[in-house]
């Protein structure tokens, strides 16, 4: 049965490959996690080098890092972590020091669980696919459950045969939680992303189609109701946002 409601959970970690991910495609639900009290890390990658987008001058690899830190506080994230592994050539990097990095985050966050995109990648990139592999390599060692974002099938084929692009969507039994969202953090944190959140990009289309309404699935088994209640009574209030809790690397 689909759910309306995101997880109560204290801390939630997002794993994404490159800067933007964060808010192009997660921005709506992260806002959503920040509003509702859930401390908000992210656990970026690479450094989104290697893009053919190119929206203001300057090298990318240092644009695309404060872009990344004030779209996060746009968005109300507590902490973001920035790796360098090469943008477009995650498949290099052995899998076992790609979940490392994830396990570390989820430890220092305290996560109670963790958000990244679907299996499929949502948007047929490869590093997507890969950033989600390591983040439920991870989650599966620490027993936390993973969410993954994706889009419905109706969307993702508007999008393909308007487009031209890539994205894979699911149907509505395999949707596990649509909730709706106020997308005016995120818009906030797109406008962030000078050099990617370019005139006539895909994203303001799929946008306009998903409206106010978020898809995501459950890739691990869910966790059960009491047990997310339980952490809620149990646990110390969260820690208001602080720009000492930032880090990058």
């Known amino acids: 049965m689909n759910s309306g409601t995101l997880p109560r959970w204290r801390s939630v970690l997002a794993v994404v490959a490159h800067p933007d991910d964060e808010s192009f495609a997660l921005g709506a639900v992260l806002s959503s996690f920040a509003d509702s009290g859930t401390v908000v890390w992210v656990l970026c990658l690479t450094r989104g080098e290697a893009s053919t ?21 746009a968005l109300g994230v507590t902490g973001v972590v920035l790796r360098s592994f090469p943008d477009g050539a995650l498949e290099g990097v052995p899998p076992e020091e790609l979940e490392a990095e994830v ?26 696919r890969l950033a989600t592999q390591a983040a439920l390599a991870a989650a599966g060692t620490l ?23 890539s994205f894979t969507g699911h149907d509505g039994a395999d949707l596990d939680v649509l909730v709706e969202v106020d997308r005016s953090r995120q818009r906030r944190a797109i406008a962030c992303h000078a050099s990617q959140a370019v005139p006539g990009s895909v994203l303001w289309r799929r946008l306009e189609l998903l409206a106010d309404t978020e898809h995501l699935r459950w ?26 809790d930032r880090t990058s690397a």
């Open 53 to 73: 987008l190119h929206g203001v001058l300057g090298d990318l690899g240092v644009l695309r890092q404060k872009e990344l830190s004030d779209a996060a506080d």
């Open 143 to 165: 027993g936390l459950p993973v969410l993954g974002w994706t889009l419905p099938t109706t969307v993702a084929d508007v999008l393909n045969a308007e487009l031209g692009a």
């Open 103 to 128: 396990r570390e985050v989820a430890v220092h966050s305290h996560a109670d669980g963790v958000v990244a995109f679907d299996l499929t990648g949502v948007t047929g990139h490869r590093d997507h």
């Open 219 to 244: 890739l691990t088994a869910p966790p059960l109701p009491a047990t997310e209640v339980l952490h809620h009574l149990t646990g110390a209030t969260a820690p208001a946002p602080t720009t000492s």
